[in-house]
C-alpha cells in the first residue's frame, strides 16, 4: 500500500475493531493511505462515547460489526446521529446487520484495502460536497456509488 496514492489524505477515520491483530493492520494501512486513525476503540460503550462527545471532529468510520459478542450498532447510531459516513466490516453475511442497518455500505471481511479506502475517500467527499474523481476498475465503480444501498464488499486475495 505504500506506493498507493494517498487517497485518505488528512481524513479522521474512527476505528472500531476488537481484533488486535486486524485493528493494527487496519490503522496502519488507514495511515499509509494518509488518515488519521481515531482509536482503535474495542468496544462499543468506549467508542460511543467518544462519538458523542465532540472531542474529535470525525470523516468517516470503519466499524466492525461483532465487537467480543456485542454489536457495533450503538455506534453506528451515534454516527448517523451526527450524519457521519461509516462502513460495516464483517466476516459474517449480510443478514447480520438486521433491518435498521440493511442498507448501510459493508465490506465482507476479508476485504480489499485499496476498495475499502476508495469507498472511505468517496463516501467522505461526498459528505463534505466535494467531487472525486474514479478510476474504471470494477471495484472502484462500485465504490463510486456510495449510496445506502451499497452493500457488499469486494474479498481481496490478500485482505484483511
Not at 485518505?8 to 488519521?36: K, S
Not at 459478542?69 to 454516527?79: H, R
Not at 459516513?85 to 471481511?109: E, H, M, W
Amino acid at each position: 500500500m505504500k506506493d498507493e496514492p494517498r487517497t485518505l489524505e488528512g481524513r479522521r477515520i474512527l476505528v472500531v475493531e476488537d481484533d488486535y491483530l486486524v485493528a493494527l493492520t487496519v490503522v496502519e494501512l488507514l495511515e499509509d493511505a494518509g488518515a488519521e486513525v481515531i482509536g482503535p476503540y474495542s468496544n462499543a460503550q468506549e467508542a460511543v462515547a467518544m462519538v458523542t462527545s465532540g472531542a474529535m471532529e470525525i470523516d468517516a468510520g470503519i466499524l466492525d460489526v461483532n465487537l467480543d459478542g456485542e454489536t457495533s450498532f450503538p455506534v453506528a447510531d451515534a454516527l448517523a446521529a451526527r450524519q457521519i459516513f461509516f462502513i460495516f466490516a464483517t466476516g459474517y453475511g449480510g443478514s447480520v446487520l438486521g433491518d435498521p442497518y440493511q442498507n448501510y455500505p459493508r465490506c465482507q471481511k476479508p476485504f480489499d484495502p485499496a476498495d475499502l479506502f476508495q469507498r472511505l475517500a468517496v463516501g467522505t467527499a461526498a459528505q463534505a460536497g466535494e467531487q472525486v474523481s474514479v478510476s474504471a476498475s470494477p471495484a472502484q465503480e462500485r465504490a463510486s456509488v456510495l449510496s445506502p444501498g451499497l452493500v457488499d464488499g469486494t474479498v481481496a486475495q490478500a485482505g484483511i
